[in-house]
């Protein structure tokens, strides 16, 4: 598994599982196919292309693109061509952008489309190493607005790259792409948030991230070569843990679907995959509608309960009518007349003597009847999945009751990965073990592990009869665990990063002269081998996306104000960044009262009070990336000491003992979670207050923050 570059796995699957259908992308026409063989070709003549551009081996090239077939060609053509490649999420603002362009001093940007082009042109003047710009889908109006190119850079069209690839491919070129490669060659940087807010950047070479694709797809028991393994993919790839499945799946041969986050749950019907990718958030809330819908199931069952009971002597009918219907069903096929009387199936003493409103009764509390026995069916069975242990195999009445359970309910909730789905692989940050245990009832056994981007994405995961809940798994095949005497989780092999780019301080810090890398996360074994996250080290933090969260320039905002005595950054494994705040009494009761405000134990619910603290938000949410913006925050009247364990005796805040103590303030901050939604770049969130109360007060004014500051537009990067 070691001393593979990453286009040898394609050429592997070239050779051993041609697929037809290896990469397909869903377009307003349907889905586009794609062989991987043509899929090779496209990926030489855009290396070759770019070589043509004057750039040389080694210069890096910037990626703002959609996590489509597009980014893979781009992808691949850049690995071939032996440039380093630099993905780009797109929910970053637009001067992390302008940072990261000039930090990685890349030569070449390539871009999803003309608009996303315009919205990042003006900063462009300021990255002096870029010389060229690469647009992926062209306007109808592309050769009109050739002249209006850009003045500092040059700008062409995929099409005219790989018509210039074209022009010198031969078999001699493909030979020599590949023979100038090798496996500790740098593949690509992808920036990360640094300690400080600031982006830094993970080296990662080809054999990082072959190592870590080929152990994780060995490791996955039955997993079939070519078409007979159906991926659907949604998560970006901009993260290595969708980019490493990638490359496992292109060595597979498998037949891969791209599609949206917002098209996702349609397209897991319609594709149905046996392996599908996933992020802890989407399992929450399919188990929150699960859950919401037993709740609302038993509410109508309880209203509709006693209006059956009270219809006793109509129940006989039921059979009845139900075995005739599908012969009088018939017959109306054939053209014969059938009678009321007769489409009823009742006797005719019988209709004469209930007459017609009598049996309309009936049936209402007939069909009354089946919703409430299928409510009744729907919370027995989630009571039984709440009920599973992931591990322990289910024993006499239980093991009956779930397999009967299975045909009645649990197909149902299969039905919406798919109904064919074999490998449900979750990441990116932690899954409750609750929902593991409820889908695991249900025949849908996630595969939880655990990985950064440092470490080339997983070095541990659940897998087959090795699968707790609770759990992140067992080390992959050539990876080291070790726990530190502080409960660090410790990560030694061949898929840990090279460095940070520009930064050996921080290498340093981060890799020990044994080539162990420091996790910043805590763990510990499990009896029987598991490895399971308990804690933290680091003050960063994931939220169920999956995306990484930076306390510190936050709560360093924050303090700033002599309003704000401590801020502290909550979310971890939560839908979204949330934020206790310790006010300054002292300062805040001066404040109120020049507000006219007489300062009373309910003074940190007033609505004036709630808005000055929103503006104290609002500022310091300006230039950071709207998923690691605060959302919500919650004022508390307390006050961390060392006395009372909530910091350390260097000052420094003891995170765990504060989310420890003040865990009930925190949990109603995420009470109506669902009812947040994501902040886009020109939301102002106002979870905490009634909008229209801000302006009854006089001395609070919205923050405003600059369109660089924040995340790129949205409609242009969905």
């Known amino acids: 598994?070691?001393?593979?570059?990453?286009?040898?796995?394609?050429?592997?699957?070239?050779?051993?599982?041609?697929?037809?259908?290896?990469?397909?992308?869903?377009?307003?026409?349907?889905?586009?196919?794609?062989?991987?063989?043509?899929?090779?070709?496209?990926?030489?003549?855009?290396?070759?292309?770019?070589?043509?551009?004057?750039?040389?081996?080694?210069?890096?090239?910037?990626?703002?693109?959609?996590?489509?077939?597009?980014?893979?060609?781009?992808?691949?053509?850049?690995?071939?061509?032996?440039l380093i490649d630099v993905p780009i999420d797109l929910t970053q603002t637009l001067e992390n952008i302008a940072f990261i362009l000039q930090h990685s001093e890349a030569k070449v940007l390539?871009?999803?489309?003309?608009?996303?082009?315009?919205?990042?042109?003006?900063?462009?003047?300021?990255?002096?190493?870029?010389?060229?710009?690469?647009?992926?889908?062209?306007?109808?109006?592309?050769?009109?607005?050739?002249?209006?190119?850009?003045?500092?850079?040059?700008?062409?069209?995929?099409?005219?790259?790989?018509?210039?690839?074209?022009?010198?491919?031969?078999?001699?070129?493909?030979?020599?792409?590949?023979?100038?490669?090798?496996?500790?060659?740098?593949?690509?940087?992808?920036?990360?948030?640094?300690?400080?807010?600031?982006?830094?950047?993970?080296?990662?070479?080809?054999?990082?991230?072959?190592?870590?694709?080929?152990?994780?797809?060995?490791?996955?028991?039955?997993?079939?070569?070519g078409d007979k393994e159906v991926i659907l993919s949604f998560l970006p790839l901009t993260h290595v843990f969708a980019r490493v499945f990638l490359y496992g799946?292109?060595?597979?041969?498998?037949?891969?679907?791209?599609?949206?986050?917002?098209?996702?749950?349609?397209?897991?019907?319609?594709?149905?995959?046996?392996?599908?990718?996933?992020?802890?958030?989407?399992?929450?809330?399919?188990?929150?509608?699960?859950?919401?819908?037993?709740?609302?199931?038993?509410?109508?069952?309880?209203?509709?309960?006693?209006?059956?009971?009270?219809?006793?002597?109509?129940?006989?009918?039921?059979?009845?009518?139900?075995?005739?219907?599908?012969k009088t069903q018939e017959r109306q096929r054939q053209g014969e007349i059938v009678t009321r009387r007769e489409r009823l199936g009742?006797?005719?003493?019988?209709?004469?003597?209930?007459?017609?409103?009598?049996?309309?009764?009936?049936?209402?509390?007939?069909?009354?009847?089946?919703?409430?026995?299928?409510?009744?069916v729907f919370n027995w069975a989630l009571n039984l999945a709440q009920r599973y242990e992931l591990g322990q195999l289910p024993q006499g009445r239980y093991a009956l009751m779930l397999k009967l359970a299975d045909r009645l309910v649990f197909c149902q909730w299969r039905s919406v990965f798919g109904g064919r789905l074999k490998y449900p692989i979750c990441g990116g940050a932690a899954l409750k073990a609750e929902i593991v245990n409820l889908f695991a009832a249900a025949g849908i056994r996630i595969l939880q592990g655990y990985g950064l981007t440092e470490t080339g994405s997983a070095v541990?995961?659940?897998?087959?009869?090795?699968?707790?809940?609770?759990t992140v798994g067992v080390p992959l095949a050539g990876v080291e665990i070790a726990i530190a005497d502080d409960g660090e989780i410790?990560?030694?092999?061949?898929?840990?990063?090279?460095g940070y780019y520009k930064n050996p301080d921080a290498t340093q810090q981060a890799i020990d002269p044994d080539g162990w890398f420091h996790t910043g996360d805590i763990g510990e074994f499990t009896a029987d081998g598991f490895l399971k996250i308990t804690g933290l080290k680091k003050s960063q933090f994931k939220l169920s996306?999956?995306?990484?969260?930076?306390?510190?320039?936050?709560e360093s905002k924050l303090e700033q104000s002599p309003l704000v005595a401590k801020a502290i950054a909550v979310g971890a494994g939560r839908k979204f960044c949330a934020m206790l705040i310790f006010p300054h009494l002292d300062t805040l009761h001066r404040q109120a009262q020049t507000m006219g405000l007489v300062p009373t134990e309910e003074l940190l619910k007033h609505p004036c009070i709630l808005a000055l603290y929103q503006t104290l938000v609002d500022e310091a949410n300006c230039h950071l990336p709207y998923w690691s913006t605060v959302k919500r925050f919650q004022l508390v009247s307390a006050t961390l000491t060392a006395e009372n364990g909530m910091l350390a005796p260097t000052g420094e805040v003891r995170r765990a003992k504060v989310v420890e103590v003040f865990a009930k303030e925190i949990n109603a901050l995420y009470g109506e979670a669902d009812d947040v939604k994501t902040q886009r770049p020109g939301d102002r969130e106002m979870g905490n207050i009634d909008e229209h109360s801000v302006y009854s007060c006089p001395t609070t004014s919205r923050a405003s923050c600059p369109a660089y500051a924040q995340s790129l537009n949205s409609s242009l990067t969905a």
Not at 490 to 498: A, D, E, F, K, M
């Open 490 to 498: 410790l990560v030694r092999g061949p898929n840990v990063t090279q």
């Open 460 to 470: 541990a995961c659940n897998r087959a009869q090795f699968n707790r809940a609770g």
């Open 249 to 326: 799946h292109i060595n597979y041969g498998h037949s891969i679907y791209f599609t949206t986050p917002n098209r996702v749950m349609k397209h897991l019907k319609e594709v149905q995959p046996t392996l599908f990718a996933m992020v802890p958030l989407l399992l929450e809330k399919t188990y929150s509608k699960i859950l919401e819908e037993g709740s609302k199931r038993a509410k109508q069952g309880t209203t509709r309960h006693s209006m059956y009971d009270l219809l006793p002597r109509f129940r006989a009918f039921a059979v009845q009518m139900i075995r005739r219907d599908a």
């Open 110 to 225: 390539i871009v999803a489309n003309q608009d996303l082009l315009d919205q990042v042109a003006p900063f462009l003047g300021e990255t002096p190493n870029l010389k060229a710009a690469i647009v992926i889908d062209i306007p109808s109006d592309w050769q009109q607005r050739q002249v209006q190119r850009l003045k500092y850079i040059q700008v062409f069209s995929l099409l005219e790259i790989r018509l210039r690839g074209q022009t010198q491919i031969s078999d001699t070129q493909r030979q020599q792409l590949r023979l100038v490669l090798a496996a500790h060659d740098l593949a690509t940087i992808v920036y990360i948030p640094g300690a400080t807010g600031k982006p830094q950047g993970v080296m990662l070479s080809h054999e990082n991230l072959s190592a870590d694709a080929l152990a994780m797809f060995t490791g996955i028991p039955d997993l079939e070569l």
């Open 346 to 376: 009742i006797p005719l003493s019988q209709f004469n003597q209930w007459k017609l409103p009598h049996l309309r009764l009936f049936v209402s509390s007939f069909k009354l009847r089946q919703r409430q026995d299928t409510q009744r």
């Open 1 to 82: 598994m070691v001393g593979r570059t990453l286009p040898s796995l394609l050429d592997e699957a070239c050779d051993r599982t041609p697929n037809p259908h290896a990469f397909n992308q869903w377009t307003d026409k349907g889905w586009q196919p794609l062989s991987n063989q043509a899929f090779r070709s496209a990926a030489e003549e855009f290396a070759l292309g770019l070589l043509n551009l004057g750039l040389e081996r080694g210069d890096r090239v910037a990626l703002l693109m959609h996590s489509d077939v597009n980014f893979c060609i781009a992808d691949m053509g850049c690995l071939l061509a032996k």
């Open 545 to 554: 996306t999956g995306k990484y969260v930076t306390p510190q320039p936050l």
